[in-house]
């Protein structure tokens, strides 16, 4: 749109905002000059040359007026000009001019008036018909689709966009393009921004937001501010969290490709806008030390923190990456995937780091972590380097019900994986663990810290072999079985949003820093050492729900507001489930060469004495005999405490008569 075209939109725009009687004065006003410019102009056909008014023709003028204005009221030509500027305007107008017609030229032809000819009388009625209904149809065609179309958007979302900066103006201009919203505005707290114009719209404090809600008609606030700080963007987001606006935001810059900001850009607030932290810059040389032009197999390659794995370590550019995963289509995604990147037939870079990117030779492998002859075969063809072992089960309920299943997959997966990698050569296993393993309350965390154990005692046992390390951390943001997906399902679905306790809290970090720590930990590892990640303060998960429900532009329902939007539900602690996380048994965490990496000094079992539990354990699952599961368990597992009954379904079934069948 050039600039003629924005003046002429703003002219039209600024008519259309007049009050009614102001419309009104000016169609008057319109018709008054047309009066008497037909007045002249039908003296000038009739003399046939440019005519220059008399007083006598100011008569004619004057007659015009005062017989049309009465006329046009009449017969309601200035009641809503838009609307009716259509086929029964002009037959209004018509009904009118002939009116106007007989009075006109009774009074200056038939009766006549000195120094007015008579052919006037005639003439300017139908001049003046002309006029009229052409000013009518201009206006129509002019101003009726733009009316339309502002009726039409005061129902659009109104935007203000947070942030004047580059990314700002360029989403504005993807705004202005699109017709799916109303751009109002932009907020900045430069103080020579406020109060100016950025591309015509103004630049508001953000201080003045709420009174600007309810006076311009303000739904949605944009962020567009993706080079501040995590803890800058939180401070603004606490700012925003209590006004009734929908809050999207901008990635930030490492996630923004280079070039124009669009609207498809713009996100719902993730959880690591609410709670994120700036990253640190990782150590190179420790991400690459067991990766680059290595063989890297790594186990459950498609689950949330596997696939991300997989990410990150195709980036290092290993020779070889093995994807081993037990589900078809989680494997075929992550593969899909990761062959658009970094497979054979990926693209060279251009410019700065032009050249050609080394393939990553990609090989999906389906395999359950539980079948020792698939997973030996695997290692023996393969001969990895380093293995990250990310295979567990980790829904604490399901596993809780399913114990003996959750303890074969977390706790001889991993004995199984380790003793074939250890078998093939690998220099480096690494374990990804849980803060669940610290004193647990339900198998899931048991069963992580027991392979934790597994991998304690194979490397006090066979010293100088495999490097055999764990990485233990909280929640990561996103995962599945996350509550932040699940609470914006259900704030979408109008809510209730469903939680265990209003006191529970947890630890939550963002997949890729998860990814990068855990790499970065295992190349520090010297043989059986357990590295905890430094995941921050932890955060009550009722106050993350109220957050999200506030940032969504919506209101928690509640005693105290009971007109609000989503409610919050409190369905009581489920089967296993804690309170609160810790990341560490004892309290003497030791610093490494990362600030986020702390390592733990944990007690461990030898191996003789490990290998004689864990044969009782698996004696006492082929039975499934749960009650007997815990008894072993608490006595492996330094300070696990189940809560509840035994809540296994087959245990529990009516019909259970497994002894029967194992007998069989």
Known sequence: MDNRDNQRSFAATSLLHMPRVAKRLSAVAVDVALCALTVWLALCLRLEHWVQLEPAHWWAIMGSVLMALPLFIRFGLYRAIFRYAGWNAMVSLAQAMVLYLLFYATVFTVISVPGVPRTVGVIQPLLLLVAVGFSRVVVRYWLGGLYRTLLQREHLPGILIYGGGQAGRQLAAALARGSEHRLLGFLDEDKQLQGNTLDGRTVYDPAELVELIPNLGVTDVLLALPSVTRQRRLEILDALRHLPVHVRTLPGMSDLAAGRVTMSDMRELDIEDLLGRDPVTPNEALLNRLIRGKVVAITGAGGSIGSELCRQIAACQPHTLLLIENSEFALYQIHRELEALFGSDTTPLEGENAGAVPAVQLVPLLASVQDEARIAQIMQAWRPDTVYHAAAYKHVPLVEHNPVQGLRNNVWGTWVCARAAQAAGASHFVLISTDKAVRPTNVMGASKRLAE???????????????????????????????????????QHGGPITLTHPDITRYFMTIPEAAQLVIQAGAMAHGGDVFVLDMGEPVRIIDLAQRMVELSGLQVKSDENPTGDIEIQITGLRPGEKLYEELLIGDNPQPTQHTRIMKALEDSLPWDELQTLLQALDDAMVQNDVTAVRALLQTCVQGYQPTGEVVDWLHSSPGNNLDAVVRA
């Open 453 to 491: 154990m597994v991998l304690q005692a194979l490397a006090e046992a066979t010293p100088g072999g495999t490097t055999f390390a764990m990485v233990r951390f909280g929640n990561v943001l996103g995962s599945s079985g996350s509550v932040v997906p699940l609470f914006r399902e259900q704030i």
